[in-house]
């Protein structure tokens, strides 16, 4: 076996953007801003449904104020467009206006943009433009929403319903229920969360009279689509009148993929002033104006053998859009669905799936976009199954996993899982974790008045699956390497892990490998960043591309050394002949005369179809008290199947970062709206819980990768993981506690010490009756 090279693929490689980012170096869009640009403010609506009547004429006139945009000015735009539909019986969604005229319908809607001089003149506007408002009745929450009284959200969609669409087989599905030994039955909230990320939404619009042309520099997690939609369904203009730079983003996590009207916003405003504009988030205006995340509530079955084996699942899902579609609002409760059966063999599935609409901020894709809130539904439910039966969670696991030898495996949904061993990453991770002494451990804690709880989530995700993606790898002057490619890192690591993929057949150093992403008149095509596809998608498309690329130096090199091409390796930047110290580099390889320019760079391209299966188990273990309801994570355990390593510290920061997400949701994190009048009652971080470091534990990390076979690489997304396989591993061990001590089967997230200690003090009310 070859030694590994140095910087190459599995090795733990140190992040070379770091250096610039904790030295303040790092360029965000706010920073980035020329020192005249105007500033501008979005005027939002402080109810959740109203009709309204604005006059702006005073606010207008006051000194410095620049423009004031209003639906009436901007009615030649196109709305934000839902990019989801189904290709039989399609749905038809309602408007999402780039600025409400006449009617609101959530707690921030945008109905107007002021732009002047200084941000503190635009906030003098706002207090100017004079707004009639005739509040209306307002829903929030999916069950509410269904309900036949419920306020209407949209007059053309009558109960609030987008679409009521079934997955599976609804009559084989009945007929298993029918003869089962037992059924094991679940109902679940997956609480809506907000992504916060540490830098809001940001984005400058400058305009070029002489060629009629804007450039929108914006924190996104890709440059090309979000010009794509702006300039074709929003602004109707040719693409080649808007150029996209996104330099420094300080997370994403999905929210900053799609298009906001503050971008169309931007660029009406900077055309008709014919000066650059800025406009920057502010936290409150990150709650009430960004894409929220999950809200779906879940009612599930599973149909048990005797001997624990699952006959079939049913499913009744309802996800909440809020009052508007987001880019892929609708695609995340039913693409989710189609992972509902997890790692098991489970030959008879249905699954309704409802999308509502409530007087609430938009839901879109937040990291995992479906398959957290899938796994987290199957499994509680697997939990179910075994309290229900009387067996051992890790032993009805291990009973319907699909084996290895079944692989390739189509699922009821229609999933192909390639490959994987789900008995042996929940063995190991129970190995880890010392589970066959639990009994011990919590027998100690009760001795100092706590009950200790351990939990099991063995998870699956489909990833993978953006779409074509290309990356161009050239040759420069100096020897060096550069990469254009058309993702988006927004903190994962792009610029280290790219850098790998080159040094695996090159043998640079990372210093000399340069990665340029997020400007559309740079890179010709780019799919951003999401659903874990950079290095699954990009990742081939740069070793191809350098692999071409290498082809190509070898060749020129044959030319100079006067060999033959098979004679050469490449190694350290330079082509030598094998076994000699003959050899030129890659900078006299450039600078060679006559050399074809076109020998100096190579493109691929790459698309996976199939998307990549990671999959992993996480076992959690918790200290509840009683007395206070707090829950403390004592251990917490994580073996994943990744498939390849690409670098072991970039994976790991991946699935801790990822884990502490699910951490927050499973315990803390909830965004709360107000039933009376659907206010957005956690609006700051002073309403909103977020983990710190002291609410997450030490973690214990380990991979058990078996190669992906679909990928070129065998590698398996590993950027939304963590977040997969946390919630339900935090509730399941909090579960198992409170049911072993109290016989609490139930709890929705977030698990907060009033909820835990509400449920303590109802079940000992319950007993004493």
């Known amino acids: 076996m070859a030694a590994p090279i140095k910087f190459g693929v599995g090795q733990s490689v140190l992040r070379k953007e770091d250096d610039a980012l904790i030295r303040g170096k790092g360029r965000y869009t706010d920073d980035l801003a020329p020192q005249a640009s105007l500033h501008a403010l979005v005027v939002r609506s402080p109810h959740a449904h109203a009709t309204f009547t604005l006059d702006a004429t005073k606010a207008r006139a006051l000194p410095g104020v620049a423009l004031i945009l209003t639906a009436d000015d901007i009615s030649d735009l196109g709305g934000l467009p839902c990019l989801f539909n189904f290709e039989v019986d399609p749905f038809t969604g309602p408007p999402y206006p780039i600025l409400a005229k006449g009617e609101v319908r959530h707690v921030g809607d945008a109905i107007a943009f002021v732009v ?34 419920a306020p209407q959200v949209w007059p053309s969609h009558p109960g609030n319903i987008l679409f009521d669409v079934a997955i599976g087989d609804k009559k084989a599905t009945d007929e298993v229920f029918a003869k089962a030994h037992a059924v094991a039955e679940i109902s679940i909230v997956n609480p809506r969360v907000v ?27 890709g440059s090309h689509r979000l010009r794509d939609i702006l300039c074709q369904n929003v602004l109707n203009i040719p693409v080649e009148k808007m150029r996209v730079i996104c330099p420094d983003v300080g997370g994403g996590f999905g929210t900053k993929l799609f298009p906001y009207r503050e971008y169309a916003l931007l660029a009406v405003a900077s055309r008709k002033l014919k000066k650059a504009v800025r406009w920057a988030a502010d936290r409150s205006e ?25 006959l079939a699942m049913d499913v009744d899902l309802m996800g909440d859009m809020g009052a508007y579609l987001s880019t892929f609002g609708p695609y995340i409760p039913h693409g989710g669905a189609g992972m509902l059966p997890g790692l098991y063999d489970i030959q008879t599935f249905h699954c309704r799936v409802r999308t509502v609409f409530t007087h609430t901020v938009p839901v879109d894709a937040y990291r995992g976009a479906g398959r957290p809130e899938a796994a987290y539904v199957i499994e509680r439910l697997v939990d179910a199954a075994a309290r229900k039966l009387k067996m051992a969670p ?16 189509k699922t009821a949904t229609g999933k192909v899982y390639d490959s994987g ?70 903190g994962q690591g792009h610029q280290t892990a790219y850098a790998q993929l080159v040094a695996e057949q090159f043998g640079l150093p990372p210093e000399r490998v340069h990665i340029h992403q997020g400007d559309t008149a740079e890179i010709p095509t780019g799919l951003g960043t999401g659903g874990s596809a950079s290095i699954p998608s990009g990742g081939v498309a740069v070793e191809r591309a350098t692999a071409t690329l290498g082809k190509q130096l070898r060749e020129m090199a044959a030319e100079a050394l006067e060999t ?68 403390k994570i004592v251990n917490y355990v994580i073996v994943d199947d990744f498939g ?43 309403d ?48 198992e506690g409170l049911w072993r001590e109290y016989g609490i089967e139930h709890i929705d997230m977030p698990a907060t010490p009033e909820r835990v200690w509400i449920a303590i003090r109802e079940q000992h009310r319950q007993h004493s009756l």
């Not at 060679?592 to 493109?603: C, E, T």
């Open 644 to 686: 390849v390593t690409l670098n072991p510290l970039l994976l790991a920061g991946q699935v801790h970062g990822g884990v502490m997400q699910g951490i927050g949701q499973a315990l803390m994190e909830q965004v709360v709206y107000s039933s009376a009048d659907a206010q957005l009652v956690t609006g700051t971080y002073m």
């Open 564 to 631: 033959s091409a098979g004679d050469l390796e490449i190694s350290e930047g330079k082509v030598r002949i094998a076994g000699t110290d003959r050899a030129v580099s890659f900078a006299d390889l450039a600078a060679r005369a006559g050399a074809d320019p076109a020998k100096l760079n190579a493109s691929a391209t790459f698309a996976s179809a199939d998307g990549t299966y990671p999959n992993g188990t996480h076992l959690a273990e918790v200290e509840i008290d009683p007395a206070t309801g707090i829950i």
């Open 195 to 221: 992504a916060s990320f540490m830098e809001t939404r940001a984005a400058i619009c400058e305009y070029d009279a002489k060629r009629d042309h804007l450039t929108l520099t914006v924190g996104s997690q």
């Open 421 to 490: 061993d789900f008995t042996a990453h929940m063995k190991r991770a129970m190995e880890i974790a010392n589970w066959k002494e639990f009994g011990k451990r919590a027998k100690l804690a009760k001795k100092s008045g706590l009950v200790r709880g351990i939990g099991l989530a063995s998870y699956v995700e489909v990833c993978g699956v953006m779409g074509e993606e290309t990356a161009n790898v050239r040759l420069d002057p100096n020897g060096d390497v550069t990469i254009l490619i058309g993702t988006q890192s927004s």
């Open 286 to 310: 990150h709650f009430m104006g960004d894409a929220q995340g999950r809200d779906n509530v879940t009612r599930a079955r599973m149909a048990l053998a005797e001997d624990g084996k699952f």
């Open 688 to 735: 909103y819980a977020l983990p710190r470091a002291a609410d997450g534990p030490s973690f214990t990390f380990e991979t058990h990768n078996i190669p992906c076979k679909t990928n070129p690489l065998g590698v398996k997304g590993a950027g939304e993981a963590g977040a997969i396989g946390s919630c339900p591993a935090v509730v399941n061990a909090i579960v």
């Open 394 to 409: 890790d032993a009805i696991r291990r009973k319907n996993f699909i084996p290895p030898r079944a692989m390739p495996y």
């Open 116 to 149: 002047a001089e200084t941000a503190d003149k635009a906030r003098d506007a706002i207090e100017a433009i004079e707004i009639s408002w005739m509040p209306l009745p307002a829903v929030t929450g999916v069950v509410n929403a269904v309900k036949q009284d």
